[in-house]
């Protein structure tokens, strides 16, 4: 049976943007955010991670130290994200095996299509929750909702970058607690 899902951005979304999140030791989960998941979940939504980590093609962290942070960020938030899906690339990078152009890396809506490909959802119930202009881009032509969240990058310049595009966010919410009233309320 189709379920609706929300569609997580990770760092400046769930947990604190670091510019790079390197490590385990850099991960904080910012507040209210396990709370907000729990929610979500209670009132049965998948929730999925989305993340470009092109801090792999960078060469600043690898596939098994990512893992790591997968790991311990699925302890502390219960255990209630389905799966973490990543992009490893960024395009132009000659001596990296990673230094490509991709389908998966946000704007694009490869690891979209891929959880759809993993989970049966239902797109039209279903929220993309993010606190970059390119992960509401990833949205493009199909039916979900769209929220912009304050608790990461300075969310006026995403926003702008946005409205450039020629989209608008359903909400520009403080954080994912206010995103989370927002997917919850009662809708006629
Ligand atoms: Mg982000
Ligand atoms: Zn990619």
Excluded at 55 to 69: K, M, N, T, V
Excluded at 94 to 122: H, I, W
Excluded at 154 to 165: D, G, H, Q, Y
Aim: hydrophobic share 40%; proline share 6%; with cysteine.
């Amino acid at each position: 049976m189709k379920r609706p899902a929300v569609f997580l951005d990770r760092d400046g979304s769930l947990n604190v943007e670091r510019d790079f999140l390197r490590s385990v030791a850099e991960l904080e989960i910012l507040p209210g955010v396990l709370d907000s998941l729990q929610r979500l979940h209670a009132a049965g939504f998948l929730l999925i991670v989305l993340t470009n980590q092109s801090g792999i093609a960078r060469g600043y962290y690898d596939e098994s130290e990512l893992a790591r942070i997968h790991e311990e960020m699925h302890g502390r938030l219960d255990g209630l994200p389905r799966a973490y899906l990543h992009c490893p690339h960024l395009p132009g990078l000659e001596n990296s095996p990673y230094g490509r152009t991709c389908t998966c890396r946000k704007p694009a809506d490869g690891l979209l299509r891929q959880a759809c490909e993993l989970f049966e959802v239902d797109l039209e119930r279903s929220f993309v929750v993010g606190d970059s202009a390119r992960d509401l881009q990833m949205i493009g032509d199909l039916p979900l909702g769209g929220i912009l969240l304050r608790s990461g990058k300075p969310w006026e310049e995403e926003l702008a970058k946005l409205r450039a595009a020629d989209r608008s966010p359903d909400l520009v919410a403080a954080d994912l607690s206010e995103a989370c009233d927002f997917i919850l309320a009662p809708r006629a």
